[in-house]
T-cell receptor, first 116, second 112 residues
Framework: EPEVTQTPSHQVTQMGQEVILRCVPI?????FYWYRQILGQKVEFLVS????????KSEIFDDQFSVERPDGSNFTLKIRSTKLEDSAMYFC??????????????FGAGSRLTVL | GDSVTQMEGPVTLSEEAFLTINCTYT??????LFWYVQYPGEGLQLLLK?????DKGSNKGFEATYRKETTSFHLEKGSVQVSDSAVYFC???????????FGTGTRLQVFP
């Protein structure tokens, strides 16, 4: 069964460092997403991406965050200068038709980011 | 804004016990409702969904009914197995937005 793959599974970084989290969505999907879950809290929407541009973003997704689809297969989340509160599990997802209504997202296993 | 509230975990059950995980939502429109499951080391997987009031989603012995009058979408299973041990997430999506809104997740632990 097709799956979304994420790397790294766990990254530890120092505060202020740049981090890039990588995702390979399902090949025929057109919509891509990043969510995050701070330990013990809700899974939160960060950003959606379609047709090579951001289609929606949350207030969490400030200027420190960026997303990119550098080639036909990868979808990356960059955090420019990490803060302690960026420590979380980051989930990538993709879908054929977007998530409005009842369309289904396929999620990756997550990348755990620990900022020291 | 829209939100989802789930019962706190962990829920600990013996094999073959009955399971209920409560989920209630707040939404201005008529959202679609979902249950996702995360097994250890894996991604969030869709378990079941319902798109309108009184719809029942079902899969792998799990069921949930979209109750508009109580704004609820409780997950049930008649007889749980050890392999059902996982974290279960309730979520909603609105037709006017491109995001899922999740609850905090409920960890289920089933012992033989």
């Amino acid at each position: 069964e097709p799956e979304v793959t994420q790397t790294p599974s766990h990254q530890v970084t120092q505060m202020g460092q740049e981090v890039i989290l990588r995702c390979v969505p399902i090949s025929n999907h057109l919509y891509f997403y990043w969510y995050r879950q701070i330990l013990g809290q809700k899974v939160e929407f960060l950003v959606s991406f379609y047709n090579n541009e951001i289609s929606e973003k949350s207030e969490i997704f400030d200027d420190q965050f960026s997303v990119e689809r550098p080639d036909g297969s990868n979808f990356t989340l960059k955090i420019r200068s990490t803060k302690l509160e960026d420590s979380a599990m980051y989930f990538c997802a993709s879908s054929e038709q977007g998530s409005s209504g009842a369309n289904v997202l396929t999620f990756g296993a997550g990348s755990r980011l620990t900022v020291l | 804004g829209d939100s989802v509230t789930q019962m706190e975990g962990p829920v600990t059950l013996s094999e073959e016990a009955f399971l209920t995980i409560n989920c209630t939502y707040t939404a201005t429109g008529y959202p679609s409702l979902f249950w996702y499951v995360q097994y250890p080391g894996e991604g969030l997987q869709l378990l079941l969904k319902a798109t309108k009031a009184d719809d029942k989603g079902s899969n792998k012995g799990f069921e949930a009914t979209y109750r508009k009058e109580t704004t609820s979408f409780h997950l049930e299973k008649g007889s749980v197995q050890v392999s059902d041990s996982a974290v279960y997430f309730c979520a909603l999506s609105d037709k006017n937005t491109d995001k899922l809104i999740f609850g905090t997740g409920t960890r289920l632990q089933v012992f033989p």
